[in-house]
C-alpha cells in the first residue's frame, strides 16, 4: 500500500490538517434569496427578533387572513415595517422561502403559500415553533410543500437555519 | 456553514474542552469485548477523547482502564505483563490493578506503604452486550449504564464491529443524520447489498430520490423523518432517530436486521465508528453474520488482526471507477461503510464548515450541531445534565413505514421509534 500519488497530476489528498490548510479561499457569496414568513401573532414576533440578523438578502414578512368576505385562502401580505405587499412581487426572485408557525391560525394560509412556492420552483422550509404540539394543522397544511418541516421548541433554531443557509 | 468558534467548540473533545466534558458525561463505547477475549489477554492501546489509555482484563476477569503510561519514568504499559491480578511495567516491575492502583513497587522496602499513594487515572470499563463501555466524567455524576436496544438483545441476536475513521468524530457523525444521500451514493447498495437487498421498501427509495424532511426534537436528541412518495395517497417514511451525543441508527429494509452506529471521538482528528445490527425478534442467521463479518451492510472488511479497514485512504479506497461505469457502485467505492468513510475523510481531518453551502435538506444536521452545541454550554455554564443521559432515552428505534399522506409520522410511529424488548421492529 503506497500513500503515493497515483497520476502525476493528483500531487496532494486533504489527508491531514497541513494539506488541507491549502483549500483555495475565496470569499462565498451569499447564494440565497429568502424570504421569511410569519403565519401568525407569535411568529411574527420573533420574525421581528430575528430580522436584524446579520443577514444579505433576506427579507421578513407577516401574513394575516384577509377580512371576512374574500376566499378562505385569501391573506394579506405586510413587510415588518407594515407597508402592504403582494404575492408575486414577493416571490419574485427568490430561491427560498421559509415559514413559520407556533399555532394552527394559519394553516390555510401556509398552504396557500406553499402551493404558490411549489408552482414557482421554489424551495419550501417550514419552522413550527412550539411545545408538543399546538400547531398540527399548520404542520400537515405545510407538509405537502415543506422540503423541510423543522419542528421545535426553540426559537433560535429559526435564526440558526437562516445562518446556515447564507441567506 | 458554521462560525469557525462553533466549529472549534464541537470539534474538540480532549480534557477540559466544552465538548470534552459533555461527551465526559455519557458511558461511550471504549473497545469491543472480543479485544480482551480472555483473563489475562495482552493489553490494548485505547486512545479516547485524546486521552491515551490501556485496557486490560485481570486474572480474575475484571475490566480496567487506565492510564497509558507508567507512574515511574513513563514507559507505555502496553508492554506490562498481565498476569497475577494487576499489570506490571516491564522496565523496573512496578505493578496496577485495574483501578489504577499501584500494588507493587519491587524498588522498596518488602512492607513500604508507597505505593498506596500511586495511583493512576483509571476509568470503569463494564461490558454491556458486545461492547466494553466506560465513563470518564465525574465518578460522584456516573450514570445508569447504556440501556441502548443492540447491546441488551440476547448474543445470537447481535452483531458489532468497529472501524478507525481518519477525520473528526463530527463529520463523521452528521453522516448518520443526513438521509438525503443514501438515494445517491448507496444506491448501488440497494440492489445488491444482501443485509440490505429485496425490501419493498428500497423500490420507493429509488423511485423518489427527492424527499422531503421532518425534524422533531427528542427527549434524548432528535427523530428526523425522510418521507417520499409511495402508492397514491401514501408516504413512505424513513424514520433515524439520534441520541446525544453520538448514537444514530439507519431505518430498516424488510425484515433485515436493524442497524445503527456509536461514533467516539478518539482524538480530534480521527474516531472510532462502532457499526452495529440487531434483530429484536429472531436471531441472526448464520448468512447475515457471516455477510456482517465479511463487512457488507454497515459493516467494513477490516485488515485482519486490525481495525483499519481494507480499503483507506492510503489506497483510495480502491475505487473501481468500471464497477461504477457498469452501475454496481455509485461513487465507486464498495460497500456502505466506506462509501461514507471515503468521503467524509476526503472533506480534510477537520472539515472547515465556514465553507458550507448547506441547504434546506440539511436541517438535520444544522439542528443536531445546534443541539449539541446548547448542551456543551449548559453543562458548562450551569452544570445542566444533557440529554441521552437518562437511559430512558436510549431506547429508541429506527423505522421504515407507509403512512396515509394526512398521517404525522411522530403519531403515527410512537410505538414504532420505542425500543420495547420482543417486539418486532416496524420495517417495510
Ligand atoms: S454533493 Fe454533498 S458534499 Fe458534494
Ligand atoms: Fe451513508
Given at each position: ?35 421569511v ?47 402592504p ?27 396557500a ?22 400547531a ?32 | ?20 466534558d ?7 463505547p ?27 482484563r ?37 505493578k496496577y ?59 445470537e ?17 452528521e ?48 427523530f428526523?423523518?425522510a ?60 448468512a ?44 465507486g467505492v464498495?460497500?456502505?461503510?466506506m ?6 475523510e476526503?472533506?480534510?481531518?477537520i ?16 439542528k443536531?450541531?445546534q ?58
Amino acid at each position: 500500500m503506497s500513500s503515493l500519488p497515483m497520476y502525476a497530476s493528483e500531487s496532494a489528498k486533504a489527508a491531514s490538517a497541513s494539506e488541507s490548510r491549502y483549500r483555495i479561499t475565496v470569499p462565498i457569496a451569499p447564494a440565497r434569496n429568502a424570504r421569511v414568513i410569519a403565519l401568525d401573532t407569535r411568529a411574527a414576533s420573533v420574525a421581528r427578533r430575528i430580522s436584524d440578523g446579520p443577514w444579505a438578502n433576506a427579507r421578513f414578512y407577516t401574513c394575516e387572513a384577509a377580512p371576512d368576505r374574500g376566499p378562505a385562502d385569501e391573506f394579506l401580505l405586510y413587510r415588518l415595517d407594515g407597508v402592504p405587499a403582494a404575492l408575486d412581487d414577493m416571490l419574485r426572485d427568490t430561491d427560498v422561502v421559509v415559514i413559520m408557525a407556533t399555532d394552527d391560525s394559519g394553516g390555510t394560509r401556509a398552504a396557500a403559500i406553499g402551493s404558490a412556492c411549489s408552482a414557482r420552483a421554489i424551495t419550501t422550509a417550514g419552522v413550527v415553533l412550539g411545545d408538543g404540539f399546538e400547531a398540527d394543522d399548520a404542520v400537515a397544511a405545510l407538509r405537502p410543500h415543506a422540503r423541510v418541516l423543522l419542528l421545535s421548541a426553540d426559537e433560535s433554531d429559526a435564526f440558526e437555519l437562516l445562518r446556515a443557509l447564507r441567506v | 456553514m458554521l462560525r469557525q468558534d462553533i466549529n472549534e467548540l464541537l470539534t474538540q473533545t480532549g480534557p477540559g474542552t466544552p465538548m470534552g466534558d459533555l461527551f465526559r458525561q455519557y458511558w461511550i463505547p471504549a473497545l469491543l469485548a472480543e479485544e480482551l477475549p480472555e483473563n489475562d489477554s495482552p493489553p490494548v492501546r485505547v486512545k479516547l477523547l485524546s486521552e491515551r489509555l490501556i485496557a486490560f482484563r485481570d486474572s480474575e476477569g475484571r475490566y480496567g482502564l487506565i492510564d497509558e503510561f507508567c507512574a515511574h519514568r513513563g514507559a507505555s504499559l502496553w508492554f506490562g505483563r498481565n498476569e497475577g491480578s494487576g499489570l506490571r511495567c516491564p522496565y523496573h516491575g512496578w505493578k496496577y490493578d485495574v483501578t489504577g492502583q499501584c500494588i507493587e513497587v519491587p524498588s522498596e522496602a518488602d512492607n513500604s506503604s508507597f505505593c498506596e499513594n500511586v495511583k493512576l487515572r483509571a476509568y470503569p470499563l463494564v461490558k454491556v452486550g458486545d461492547v466494553l463501555w466506560t465513563h470518564m466524567g465525574d465518578p460522584a455524576k456516573r450514570p445508569d449504564l447504556p440501556e441502548f436496544e443492540f447491546a441488551h438483545v440476547p448474543p445470537e441476536q447481535t452483531y458489532t464491529s468497529k472501524r478507525w475513521q481518519q477525520c473528526n468524530w463530527l463529520q463523521a457523525f452528521e453522516g448518520g443524520i443526513d438521509s438525503s444521500h443514501v438515494t445517491f451514493l448507496h444506491s448501488g447498495g440497494l440492489k445488491s447489498d444482501p443485509l440490505f437487498k429485496g425490501a419493498k421498501g428500497n423500490e420507493y427509495n429509488m423511485k423518489d430520490t427527492k424527499p422531503f424532511f421532518e425534524v422533531a426534537d427528542s427527549e434524548g436528541g432528535l427523530f428526523v423523518g425522510a418521507r417520499r412518495n409511495a402508492e397514491e395517497g401514501s408516504y413512505y417514511w424513513r424514520i433515524t432517530p439520534y441520541v446525544m451525543p453520538a448514537f444514530t441508527m439507519v431505518p430498516p429494509r424488510g425484515d433485515h436486521p436493524l442497524h445503527g452506529h456509536f461514533w467516539v471521538p478518539i482524538d480530534d482528528e480521527n474516531c472510532w465508528t462502532y457499526s452495529f445490527d440487531y434483530h429484536p425478534g429472531r436471531p441472526l442467521t448464520a448468512a447475515e453474520r457471516q455477510a456482517m463479518i465479511d463487512g457488507h451492510g454497515v459493516h467494513s472488511k477490516n485488515i485482519p488482526g486490525t481495525y483499519r479497514p481494507m480499503a483507506n485512504m492510503d489506497n483510495d479506497y480502491l475505487i473501481d471507477r468500471e464497477a461504477q461505469k457498469r452501475g454496481e457502485t455509485y461513487s465507486g467505492v464498495a460497500g456502505i461503510a466506506m462509501q461514507d468513510a471515503s468521503l467524509q475523510e476526503s472533506m480534510g481531518p477537520i472539515v472547515d464548515r465556514t465553507k458550507e453551502r448547506l441547504v434546506p435538506a440539511d436541517s438535520g444536521i444544522i439542528k443536531a450541531r445546534q443541539k449539541l452545541r446548547k448542551a456543551a454550554i449548559a453543562l458548562r455554564d450551569e452544570g445542566v445534565t444533557p440529554p441521552g443521559v437518562d437511559t430512558a432515552h436510549h431506547r429508541v428505534r429506527s423505522a421504515a413505514v407507509v403512512l396515509p399522506q394526512a398521517e404525522s409520522f411522530l403519531d403515527s410511529c410512537r410505538d414504532a421509534i420505542k425500543a420495547t424488548p420482543g417486539v418486532p421492529h416496524s420495517s417495510v
